[in-house]
């Protein structure tokens, strides 16, 4: 198991940039694949980037989001860029042993989530 802490969110405007953080607890950070996934009221959550060695995004964030991971601080990041209105949800940082793969059930370690919202 992993303990995991997000940061970073908060108010922006349209076309702005955030970056959050998800900082680990344990000493197997390097093994886990890391996800950033998100929930905006009354949707689903859904999957927004995974990395280990390689990285995975959604096409809604391709291009606008990088994740990425620093080992040595147990810390995986998301720069948001160019953010849209539709941006707007919690953001949950996940790991798990599993593959790089876009799906909620496959991850069982769960951050407590952080608030974007993107103003127009």
């Known amino acids: 198991q992993v303990q995991l802490v997000e940061s970073g969110g908060g108010l922006v405007q349209a076309g702005g940039s955030l970056r959050l953080s998800c900082a680990a607890s344990?000493?197997?950070?390097?093994?886990?694949?890391m996800g950033w996934f998100r929930q905006a009221p009354g949707k689903e959550r859904e999957f927004v980037a995974a990395i280990r060695w390689s990285t995975l995004y959604a096409d809604s964030v391709k291009g606008r989001f990088t994740i990425s991971r620093d080992n040595a601080k147990n810390t995986v990041y998301l720069q948001m860029n160019s953010l849209k209105p539709e941006d707007t949800a919690v953001y949950y940082c996940?790991?798990?042993?599993?593959?790089?793969?876009?799906?909620?059930?496959?991850?069982?370690?769960w951050g407590q989530g952080t608030q974007v919202t993107v103003s127009s």
């Open positions: 996940a790991a798990t042993l599993s593959s790089v793969v876009p799906t909620p059930r496959e991850y069982n370690n």
């Open positions: 344990g000493r197997t950070f390097s093994r886990y694949v």
